[in-house]
């Protein structure tokens, strides 16, 4: 068994491991499984047969989607933790968690403890053997604890699905393959066990819907929504004319250029998420739902606001240190920032 990658951080030891593992799979085997991924992940699929059915699927999965999934829950678990400034997971578990992106994403948000206290206990529920036993073995090399102690255990994502409580339900890029009506079910089931819920979704139309249904059943349990909206009201979007995605920069490693003839050494994965908490938070005052745009001497920023409004705010130069933190400010960024800009 390999040894943990410490002193990296998860993201770094993420990295380094999926390389090695992609070294051992042949390159035609692993573009044909990936091609068969993606037409699932843009498409339906049964709900009777998992997307990842043995080794091969799991590796191709694992190097070509894991970083990008990772990367989306990392910058909406960091959107929550911004909110919850004061708040760690006392557990996690990860709801069709296949080979553990989200539970990656929580261990570089919130590290184990630095005092030597036991890390927070971690559990991945799939019902893809083969996704929890790469996931498992991924984790085994991991530098945070919680990882390496994690659970994989197997569970239909369905209606049936038990959830013990715990700290944090994580349900990402999963509602999408369940029929609407586990969808709801398993989204009450986060609800019901968790003192915080992250639901993260495809950054498309229809990912978008998914998150509007689970954010008002999450609304309807007695939650505060934390992020990205700054408030609990309804969405301002009107049906069908936009939809609220966001956007995680993501390395693109030699299977993802290889399979989509690119060049470029990186790729943006759109997505769009809620976070959730069943006490007050403190959500921000406004967020950015576009890319900024920077024009002599000003920049304009989209917002979402906690007047339950959408609107276009312009920073001009005169503005002096607002405008210089316009400048540094990236779509899905909150906004004033949380801490007034050195003058």
Same mark, same amino acid.
């Given at each position: 068994?390999?040894?943990?990658?410490?002193?990296?951080?998860?993201?770094?030891?993420?990295?380094?491991?999926?390389?090695?593992?992609?070294? +051992?799979?042949?390159?035609?085997?692993?573009?044909?499984?990936?091609?068969?991924?993606?037409?699932?992940?843009?498409?339906?699929?049964?709900?009777?047969?998992?997307?990842?059915?043995?080794?091969?699927?799991?590796?191709?999965?694992?190097?070509?989607?894991?970083?990008?999934?990772?990367?989306?829950?990392?910058?909406?678990?960091?959107?929550?933790?911004?909110?919850?400034?004061?708040?760690?997971?006392?557990?996690?578990?990860?709801?069709?968690? +296949?080979?553990?992106?989200?539970?990656?994403?929580?261990?570089?948000?919130?590290?184990?403890?630095?005092?030597?206290?036991?890390?927070?206990?971690?559990?991945?529920?799939?019902?893809?053997?083969?996704?929890?036993?790469?996931?498992? @073995?991924?984790?085994?090399?991991?530098?945070?604890a919680a990882l390496?102690?994690?659970?994989?255990?197997?569970?239909?994502?369905?209606?049936?699905?038990?959830?013990?409580?715990?700290?944090?339900?994580?349900?990402?890029?999963?509602? +999408?393959?369940?029929?609407?009506?586990?969808?709801?079910?398993?989204?009450?089931?986060?609800?019901?066990?968790?003192?915080?819920?992250?639901?993260?979704?495809?950054?498309?139309?229809?990912?978008?819907?998914?998150?509007?249904?689970?954010?008002?059943?999450?609304?309807?349990? +007695?939650?505060?929504?934390?992020?990205?909206?700054?408030?609990?009201?309804?969405?301002?979007?009107? @049906?069908?004319?936009?939809?609220?995605?966001?956007?995680?920069?993501?390395?693109?490693?030699?299977?993802?250029? !290889?399979?989509?003839?690119?060049?470029?050494?990186?790729?943006?994965?759109?997505?769009?998420?809620?976070?959730?908490?069943?006490?007050?938070?403190?959500?921000?005052?406004?967020?950015?739902?576009?890319?900024? !745009?920077?024009?002599?001497?000003?920049?304009?920023?989209?917002?979402?606001?906690?007047?339950? @409004?959408?609107?276009?705010?312009?920073?001009?130069?005169? !503005?002096?240190?607002?405008?210089r933190a316009a400048?540094?400010?990236?779509?899905?960024?909150?906004?004033?920032?949380? @801490?007034?800009?050195?003058?």
């Amino acid at each position: 068994m390999h040894a943990p990658l410490s002193p990296q951080a998860p993201a770094e030891a993420l990295r380094a491991t999926l390389a090695e593992l992609v070294d +051992g799979l042949p390159p035609r085997q692993a573009a044909q499984a990936t091609a068969r991924l993606i037409a699932n992940y843009r498409g339906a699929t049964p709900t009777d047969a998992p997307v990842l059915r043995d080794r091969s699927d799991v590796v191709a999965y694992a190097a070509y989607r894991m970083p990008a999934t990772f990367e989306a829950d990392r910058a909406a678990l960091g959107a929550l933790a911004d909110a919850v400034p004061q708040w760690t997971p006392s557990g996690h578990t990860d709801i069709g968690g +296949g080979t553990g992106a989200a539970v990656w994403a929580a261990a570089d948000i919130w590290p184990d403890p630095a005092d030597g206290a036991a890390p927070r206990p971690v559990t991945v529920l799939d019902w893809a053997e083969p996704a929890l036993a790469l996931g498992r @073995e991924l984790a085994a090399r991991a530098p945070s604890a919680a990882l390496r102690d994690a659970r994989w255990r197997r569970a239909r994502i369905d209606a049936a699905l038990d959830v013990p409580p715990t700290g944090l339900v994580t349900v990402s890029y999963v509602l +999408g393959e369940l029929t609407p009506a586990d969808r709801a079910a398993v989204v009450d089931a986060a609800a019901g066990a968790a003192e915080v819920v992250a639901v993260v979704e495809p950054g498309t139309p229809d990912g978008y819907r998914r998150i509007i249904a689970a954010r008002d059943r999450l609304v309807a349990a +007695g939650f505060h929504i934390a992020a990205p909206c700054p408030h609990s009201a309804a969405c301002p979007i009107e @049906e069908g004319t936009d939809w609220c995605h966001f956007a995680a920069r993501v390395s693109r490693s030699s299977l993802h250029r !290889q399979v989509k003839g690119a060049s470029l050494a990186w790729e943006d994965e759109k997505f769009s998420y809620v976070a959730a908490t069943r006490f007050r938070p403190a959500p921000a005052t406004a967020r950015v739902v576009r890319r900024p !745009q920077t024009r002599k001497g000003q920049v304009l920023l989209d917002l979402c606001r906690d007047t339950e @409004e959408l609107s276009r705010e312009t920073v001009t130069k005169r !503005q002096g240190p607002l405008y210089r933190a316009a400048r540094d400010t990236a779509w899905g960024d909150p906004w004033p920032p949380r @801490e007034d800009p050195a003058p």
